[in-house]
């Protein structure tokens, strides 16, 4: 599975926006259950460092080169997906950040989670996604891990 590089890495985020120590507790669930996960770069935070300021998807779509740069990141995930799946590993689809300019998957999908699908597009592999909601923080999970249940089964039985 494919997340986004918040989920495994709240350090990334901007200061004062973490959510969780460390990881999100789901993604700690996951790990225990034997789901292996491929981190997702984080352009943000490589573009613009951990103190950059908050940005819309619009600013970040304007930056000069940056799909660009969001493309050649991925690149590598990429070979990695393509490889796994040449194993017959089970792939089941990305998880992403709501309302991030980068990895939102609904409504507005973010930037660099456009250059992903587009990438999978091409290569034939899996667009299954789930996304964390803006109330999930390690305070308040919710009925996240039910909805991950769905979600996960939902997975397998399309593999």
């Not at 998880?95 to 939102?104: A, F």
């Not at 930037?111 to 990438?119: Q, R």
Request: proline content about 6%; glycine content about 6%; hydrophobic content about 40%.
């Amino acid at each position: 599975m494919a997340v986004s590089h918040c989920i495994l890495n709240q350090n990334a985020v901007i200061h004062g926006w973490e959510r969780a120590h460390g990881a999100f507790p789901f993604a700690v669930e996951l790990l225990k259950k034997g789901i292996a996960f491929i981190q997702l770069p984080c352009p943000e935070f490589l573009a613009l460092g951990g103190n950059r300021p908050p940005m819309t998807y619009q600013q970040y779509n304007e930056l000069p080169d940056y799909r660009q740069k969001c493309q050649a990141m991925l690149e590598p995930i990429m070979q990695q997906l393509i490889a796994y799946q040449a194993q017959d590993y089970q792939y089941l689809g990305v998880i992403g950040i709501n309302e991030s300019p980068n990895c939102s998957l609904s409504g507005e999908r973010g930037v660099l989670m456009e250059e992903f699908f587009a990438l999978c597009k091409e290569a034939a592999v899996n667009t299954n996604f789930f996304e964390v909601p803006t109330w999930y923080s390690e305070e308040n999970q919710g009925d996240l891990n039910e909805q991950l249940k769905i979600f996960l089964k939902r997975g397998v039985e399309n593999e």
